[in-house]
């Protein structure tokens, strides 16, 4: 014979502890005449004790790093635009000066198409503007979910330009290497949404940036025929490599 | 923490405090995490839809009802979002658990991580309303007056859901043999 509905759910409500001084004495005068009750009350019980002895699921330790690498600061969002800031939101305008600040740049530290190393020690503190990712074209990105440093890297095109954007949060200072392992390509200027705290080197085939805190900021490069390449990514900290990873990208057909 | 403490902390929140999302952040991503852990039987899925849940509230504060309690709102978020994923994606993934290091022999660990992988198992094959009344119930520890906050029903239906639920997941692990 089925168990009437009020002692399925005062069965439930006692196992669960949330059944009244009331109700508890009814179940007892209930269970004790009902065998098919105590079976029901010993079978869910035995249920709820199983489920109440599996161990709970220990959260990835770099959740909270890559969480709050992607929450943006209220302050980065100016509530009313200047000017400025709305002539650069227009996506040609912000590649060309972003385009005119590299060629600038590489034009007054080196007299060739290559980059020396010597010639950018010193670009450290280089302040621009980092391109809006919602409007350039993203190839490939990848998420970075280690304990000391989190984030996305995505590497982005515009025409023959390749930019490399860094969304990341590292909890001490970070090197990174962006190896593109292509003497044709060449490092054609750096931009960060702070103030300051990246660093950045550049050689033949290779950038090097150094950070700390959360930090945005884009390296450009000039990929002038749009050739098929790969930016390999290796992230170090205390001299020892936390992660690696390599960004594609192969020109529209 | 109490519901004080959260209220406050939403307020801040919305006044652009990172600190105080990152102290609701610390309180929550376990029960969050855990919660979409067994709903969608994968780690990395629960990962995924765990930044979602918390980029979803950061994003959201405004339209936060302050007469609810938060934590009925942000699990009311993950179990939604967890059943978008799993109807977007259409799979289930076979458990992938990282057995961790807590001080047992290696026969209690391999115990308990079937135990865990029988019970997500038989987990898997009730259906979402009934899956989520479980994982609020044993796996967030939720009263059926929070369930029924949560998900919005009724007490009275909370009750008949968790019965029939659990009778369909005691058939379930008696098939594993668990139960």
Request: proline share 3%; charged share 25%; hydrophobic share 40%.
């Amino acid at each position: 014979m089925a168990i009437d509905q009020k002692f399925q759910d005062l069965i439930n409500a006692d196992i669960d502890g949330e059944i009244t001084a009331a109700e508890s004495d009814e179940l007892r005068a209930f269970l004790e005449n009902s065998a098919e009750g105590r079976d029901l009350h010993r079978d869910l019980a035995h249920l709820c004790s199983t489920l109440g002895s599996v161990e709970a699921e220990a959260p990835p330790p770099q959740i909270r790093h890559a969480i709050m690498s992607s929450v943006k600061p209220a302050s980065v969002k100016p509530e009313t635009p200047g000017f400025l800031q709305s002539l650069f939101a227009l996506p040609s305008l912000k590649y060309a000066a972003t385009f005119a600040a590299g060629v600038i740049l590489t034009l007054s530290l080196v007299n060739s198409g290559q980059v020396s190393k010597r010639a950018f020690d010193d670009v450290t503190g280089l302040v621009g503007t980092v391109a809006d990712p919602i409007k350039a074209d993203l190839e490939t990105s990848v998420a970075i979910d280690e304990t000391k440093v989190a984030g996305i890297v995505s590497l982005r095109s515009s025409g023959s330009l390749l930019i490399l954007d860094f969304d990341l949060m590292a909890t001490e200072p970070v090197e990174i290497e962006a190896d593109y392992n292509d003497s044709t390509i060449w490092f054609n200027g750096f931009a960060q949404l702070e103030s300051s705290g990246t660093a950045v080197s550049a050689e033949t085939g290779r950038v090097r940036l150094r950070m700390e805190g959360k930090r945005r900021y884009a390296v450009y490069l000039q990929n002038e025929g749009s050739r098929e390449t790969t930016v390999r990514l290796r992230f170090m900290a205390d001299g020892a490599v936390v992660h690696e990873a390599s960004l594609d990208y192969a020109p529209a057909e | 923490m109490g519901n004080t403490d959260d209220t406050r902390l939403i307020e801040q929140c919305k006044r652009g405090d990172r600190k105080a999302f990152e102290t609701l952040l610390i309180q929550y991503e376990k029960p969050v995490f855990n919660a979409a852990f067994r709903m969608l039987n994968s780690r990395d899925d629960a990962r995924d839809v765990t930044q979602t849940v918390f980029l979803k509230v950061f994003e959201n504060f405004d339209h936060f009802d302050p007469s609810r309690r938060f934590f009925s709102w942000i699990y009311r978020i993950t179990l939604n979002e967890s059943i978008n994923w799993l109807g977007k994606s259409n799979r289930m993934e076979p458990l992938r658990r990282e057995v961790e290091d807590r001080g047992r022999s290696p026969e209690q660990e391999v115990d308990s991580a079937n135990l865990s992988e029988g019970i997500q198992k038989a987990l898997m094959s009730i259906n979402d309303d009934y899956r989520s009344v479980i994982v609020l119930k044993h796996f967030l520890g939720c009263s059926y007056g929070e369930i029924g906050q949560i998900l919005e029903i009724p007490e009275k239906k909370v009750k008949s859901r968790l019965y029939s639920a659990r009778q369909l997941l005691k058939d379930a692990l008696t098939e594993t043999g668990i139960h």
